[in-house]
């Protein structure tokens, strides 16, 4: 060790090298920073450096040389654990106690580094029972019971920094043990001194809970204990048993629930303990930091479950005391606004983690009481959370406590098993017609009047990158169509009420703005607020209604709600069929008037609204008054019929048990209901495409409710028996304005819908008839386009560029269309096209957008395609690719990127290329195709003189990939992902291949590997590491011991090797280096001998010399000599970890 003479040099050193860190950067040169920063690195690794530590922190005065004096000796404790005395690391640990114990003053994050440096020592020695933690609490409880402030604040600091130390997530200091380790320690920690640290806790706050007045310093002691005890009730208790990987998927669970081990039964089950924390929150509730870990607690404690409790009844008994202290404390109080998210989520764990038979099991009072004041808190929080949206707050507390408890209503009414039907009916009137009031505007809703009543006036900035409502309040929204569904009695009526309502006003508005413009044609604009208040109101209005009467459904088949269903049967009895659909059919009609309409069914009259609504719309752009219309309104409605049609257009009577008459007779197949509506629905789409083709995200909408309506082939067959389909069509295909002008993506989903019609059930001369009005003319306009003589002069004009962007952009629809039904028209349609497209790339080179469209017809064609076809196809659809990379990359050669925005767009084609790679290499392992039984009947394949292989097409790619990627390139995050992911992916579905590849090409290849391993993100590394063992073990099989693949392998073991036995790594990669080692090891057993040999020799300590032949002697003793045997592996992996327990941290010193 360095004498204490010594010393005096290294602290001079050292504060000068602080004050270079701590000075401002105008002051320092880089180098200067750089070199101050080395000075501390090796001070750290630097061995045995504890009497000069101590030296340092007994006698210097700057803070960060403090710091770093107390993270040098944290990290040597580590290293050198094996062989340090015990009485010199007992010793240590009471000098670092009594110095902070001493020094009042010291600054906080010197004091936090110090107690981590005790936290760790004690945890270090914890497994090896070498320190006793006894001892530490027993100082800790004197330092409580001392009164002063001061010590008891820091007690608290020794307690939180064991507590991190010991949780084993992310707190924990990286001392490059393995997580077995870590886990080891946390569950000798969570049975017994845990629960000492609880203890200790507990009568700190109930000490405060007697006080009356109390000084501010106390106020402040009370709460470092509050969080503490908080942080204890948020322990991840370690189950007695799980794997390494186990606790690492275990630790990073975000919200942890409460699970304590049988041990802690006699503390939590005490009533006194749950008490507590209901008063201490009660004394501080207008504090909001502390009244936040008062409930955090309280939450905890509702959250609570496991083998803590012995039988139901304990449960049961607990939960009553829980709602019984939780009524309690919100009844009589007027909520604040630090309080609303910590109550919603007490609510909310107890529904969610108490059995429902606990619930149904405490007095029944007291849950009519709980529902009552959940029912309350629901729609006063609703309210203000409507607040909150006017005033535009940052922090939506109201908001995020309002959709916690409705998800907690979720659970409860879904829940038919322990409460019967109509148990919440009132309940969910409440919360329904709440919702519904704060969404209306005055005078019968409240939305917009801000907390005393006023109205408020502001108008509002709508910005471009806010979500659409839908979006935003998508989980808030199906809650309440659930409750709406659950009271379908009394919200669908009043829905419809409010809906025709609105919409007659609306109409009259429309008429009157139209009379007035008719009287004085110039006059200026009208006063719109009005106008504005319905959009809003009908806007809302749409939304519940579309959430209660369908759900939204991601690949299966949506059903009906049975709730709907039962209420449409229930009433059915009362339903004229006739009247219903008289009502249904007559759009232009106030329901109202029509005679007898109160024997309509409810659902249906309610989705009439809507129609109403639409038809209101469509007769307001044919009387020239788009200008006042709302394009929000469009596209609720678009959105309304999409989901409705899904659910209930031509409903599929077998899938249900009973189904409703008036359904059937409405919208059930074969029906002249099901047929007049989609025509309706068809000439919606067709009115919104004329007219609001300038509001991209309402055409949107508009085409993608057009593939709604034919990519099922029962309405399909309905649709394409329409005459306006067939316009559609056709004006589509001839480019007639309006169509042409719609943006690049509507046109790409409308060429999908008319290919997905296109397969409905017709004669094969009408379908023919079909392909020749669809596909045809984009065929010929093409050929017409890029066979004129001077192309290649007129080819940048706007006009015939806009016409070949408009083909690829129909191309990708059509790829999009690709069903395995349909796959060999278009396959055989899109061939033709790709070949051409290739001869474009070489005319558009300079131009990326186009470059990069034409690329991405190939990748649309091999993502939707290339799973389906037989060998021959796929041979010529692996050409056509090769081909394309030739060109692709012929035209990129030695190109220079001038500045970065040109990287930019050289990201965007790259990654389509390495996108078309992969969808390319897919087909190895997702293939659907019977070798071309598909394809029956056409052409004979030509499969016998196999030409060309996706591996060639995907090695020729990466030949390309990998010269352009710049190691500049590599910094953009989704690029460099790609490109691991697709190299790792070749190297495990084609091994073989890569010994043949071209001397440079398989150079850069290797170097990307190392790259990816040594300089690149843990999960890049990853990939590499897994890349590496297929390579290995293709060597293993071909045995060419003089290929420059083996030649490779040798250097790669030396890298796996000092990565897993010299450096620190992320312990979570221990698994795929410890594979790739041992394959590496496999096959240079002599190599690796070598490695360990010197790395011995250079060890002058014997007893790390002796400690690391043991361990190492120990890691292969179990495979000797190592085979590619699988049980031999797994044996060496688990010594592996052994391993690095054992002597990883002894090699990383200076």
């Not at 654990?81 to 007992?90: A, F, N, P, T």
């Not at 330092?143 to 997530?169: H, R, Y």
């Not at 959250?303 to 449960?315: K, R």
């Not at 408890?405 to 019967?420: A, R």
Request: aromatic letters at 8%.
């Amino acid at each position: 060790m360095m004498a204490a003479v010594g010393a005096a040099e290294v602290i001079t050193q050292l504060e000068s090298a602080a004050k270079v860190l701590m000075a401002p950067p105008s002051m320092v040169s880089n180098e200067q920073r750089q070199h101050a920063e080395h000075i501390f690195l090796s001070f750290r690794k630097s061995k045995s450096p504890f009497a000069v530590c101590k030296h340092i922190l007994e006698t210097s005065k700057v803070d960060y040389v403090l710091f770093q004096a107390a993270t040098a000796i944290m990290e040597a404790v580590v290293r050198e654990w094996i062989l340090l005395e015990k009485s010199s690391i007992e010793s240590l640990r009471t000098f670092l106690l009594t110095y902070v114990l001493q020094r009042p003053n010291l600054q906080k994050y010197v004091r936090e580094q110090i107690l981590l440096a005790v936290a760790v020592i004690v945890k270090r020695g914890s497994l090896d029972k070498s320190i006793d933690c006894k001892g530490i609490f027993h100082e800790v409880s004197q330092l409580i019971s001392s009164g002063n402030p001061t010590v008891q604040t820091l007690a608290c600091s020794i307690l939180t920094a064991l507590l991190s130390e010991f949780s084993s997530s992310s707190k924990t200091s990286n001392i490059g043990l393995s997580m077995e380790f870590h886990g080891s320690c946390k569950r000798l920690f969570q049975e017994e001194d845990l629960r000492q640290i609880f203890m200790l806790t507990v009568e700190v706050l109930q000490e405060f809970s007697r006080r009356g007045n109390i000084s501010a310093q106390m106020s402040s002691v009370f709460q470092r204990y509050l969080a503490l005890a908080s942080q204890v009730l948020s322990w991840n208790f370690l189950p007695p048993n799980l794997g390494r990987h186990y606790i690492a998927m275990f630790e990073s669970s975000q919200n942890v629930m409460l699970k304590p081990t049988e041990s802690w039964r006699e503390t939590f089950l005490d009533s006194r303990v749950m008490e507590l924390f209901f008063t201490v929150h009660r004394k501080i509730r207008e504090d909001s930091d502390m009244a936040q870990d008062s409930l955090q607690c309280l939450a905890q404690l509702a959250s609570m479950h496991g083998p803590v409790f012995p039988d139901e009844s304990a449960q049961v008994n607990y939960l009553a005391r829980l709602v019984e202290g939780l009524l309690g404390m919100i009844n009589g109080i007027e909520i604040e606004d630090s309080e609303a998210v910590g109550i919603s989520n007490i609510i909310s764990n107890l529904i969610t983690m108490f059995p429902r038979s606990n619930l149904t099991a405490i007095p029944s009072e007291l849950f009519n009481s709980f529902v009552n004041c959940l029912t309350h808190l629901t729609c006063s929080f609703g309210r203000s959370a409507a607040l909150e949206e006017v005033l535009d707050k940052d922090d939506m507390v109201y908001m995020e406590a309002y959709d916690k408890l409705l998800e907690s209503w979720l659970t409860l009414v879904q829940d038919e098993k322990h409460f019967h039907k109509g148990f919440f009916i009132q309940h969910a009137v409440q919360v329904f017609n709440s919702y519904i009031q704060c969404h209306l505007a005055a005078p019968e809703g409240t939305r917009n009047l801000t907390a005393n009543g006023v109205a408020s006036h502001e108008e509002e900035e709508i910005s471009e990158l806010q979500e659409d409502d839908r979006e935003l309040f998508s989980d808030q929204l199906a809650s309440i169509g659930m409750l709406g569904r659950i009271a379908a009695d009394h919200c669908i009526p009043l829905l419809t009420s409010l809906l025709e309502d609105r919409v007659t006003r609306l109409h009259g508005q429309l008429q009157r703005h139209q009379q007035h413009l008719l009287a004085s044609p110039g006059s200026g604009s009208v006063e719109n607020k009005v106008l504005d208040d319905l959009y809003e109101d009908i806007h809302w209005l749409i939304l519940v209604t579309g959430c209660l009467l369908a759900d939204e459904t991601q690949g299966e088949t949506p059903l009906i709600p049975p709730e709907i269903m039962e209420y449409s049967i229930k009433h059915s009895t009362e339903v004229d069929i006739n009247t219903t659909l008289q009502v249904l059919g007559s759009p232009g009609e106030k329901a109202s008037s029509i005679p007898g309409c109160n024997r309509t069914d409810s659902a249906i009259r309610l989705l009439s609204s809507v129609l109403r609504t639409s038809e209101v719309e469509s007769r307001a752009t044919r009387a020239n008054l788009t200008d006042l219309l709302s394009p929000q309104m469009g596209k609720d409605i678009v959105w309304f019929l999409k989901r409705w049609s899904k659910t209930y257009l031509l409903v599929d009577e077998k899938l249900y048990d009973q189904i409703s008459i008036p359904f059937s007779a409405a919208f059930g197949a074969d029906t002249e209901g099901a047929q007049w509506i989609v025509g309706y629905i068809l000439e919606k789409v067709i009115n919104n495409l004329s007219v609001w083709s300038s509001e991209p995200d309402l055409a949107n909408d508009t085409v993608e409710l057009l593939v709604t309506l034919v990519e099922r082939r029962e309405r399909a067959n309905v649709v394409i028996q329409c005459e306006n389909w067939w316009n559609l069509a056709k004006q589509f295909a001839n480019r007639t304005p309006p169509l042409h002008s719609l943006s690049s993506s509507v046109q790409r989903t409308l060429m999908k819908a008319l290919v997905l019609g296109g397969f409905a059930h017709m004669d094969s001369e009408t379908k023919q008839q079909y392909w020749t009005e669809v596909l045809q003319p984009l065929q010929q306009r093409f050929m017409n386009v890029i066979n004129q003589e001077n192309f290649q002069q007129i080819c940048q004009e706007e006009e015939v560029k806009q016409e070949i962007i408009a083909t690829l952009e129909a191309l990708c629809g059509i790829a999009e269309a690709t069903q395995i039904d349909n796959v060999v028209i278009l396959f055989n349609f899109l061939m033709d096209f790709l070949n051409n497209c290739i001869g474009l790339m070489e005319i558009y080179k300079n131009t990326p957008e186009t470059v990069n469209l034409i690329i991405e017809v190939f990748v649309e064609v091999a993502h939707k395609q290339i799973c389906y076809l037989g060998e021959s196809k796929s041979m010529k659809l692996y050409e056509a690719c090769l081909t394309l990379l030739q060109v692709y990359s012929k035209n990129n050669l030695g190109r220079k990127r001038v500045d970065m925005s040109a990287e930019e767009d050289q990201y965007q084609d790259l990654l389509l290329i390495m996108e078309l790679l992969t969808n390319l290499l897919s087909k190895e392992f997702i293939d659907f195709s019977d070798t071309d039984e598909v394809f029956r009947g056409q052409e004979p394949g030509q499969a016998a003189d196999r030409s060309v292989s996706a591996a060639d097409v995907v090695l020729y790619g990466v030949n390309i990939v990998l010269p352009l990627m710049s190691q500049d390139l590599l910094k953009f995050p989704s690029l460099c992902n790609q490109y691991y992911k697709l190299i790792t992916f070749i190297c495990e579905i084609f091994p073989e291949k890569i010994p043949q590849l071209p001397d440079d090409l398989f150079k850069s290849l290797m170097f990307s590997l190392e790259l990816g391993m040594t300089s690149m993100s843990s999960e890049v590394s990853q990939l590499c590491l897994e890349a590496l063992t297929p390579l290995a073990e293709q060597c293993a099989k071909a045995q060419e011991t003089e290929s420059p693949l083996f030649a490779a392998t040798r250097h790669f073991l030396k890298l796996v090797f000092d990565m897993l036995v010299l450096q620190k790594h992320n312990t979570e990669m221990t698994v795929a280096a410890g594979e790739a080692l041992y394959t590496l090891v496999c096959l240079h057993q002599a190599e690796y001998s070598e490695l360990v040999e010197s790395l011995l020799s250079s060890q002058q300590d014997p007893v790390i010399y002796q400690r690391l032949a043991d361990a190492f002697n120990k890691l292969t003793a179990s495979s000797s000599p190592p085979t590619l045997d699988r049980k031999q592996k797994m044996a060496f992996l688990k010594s592996l970890e052994e391993f690095v327990a054992t002597v990883g941290g002894l090699l990383c010193v200076k």
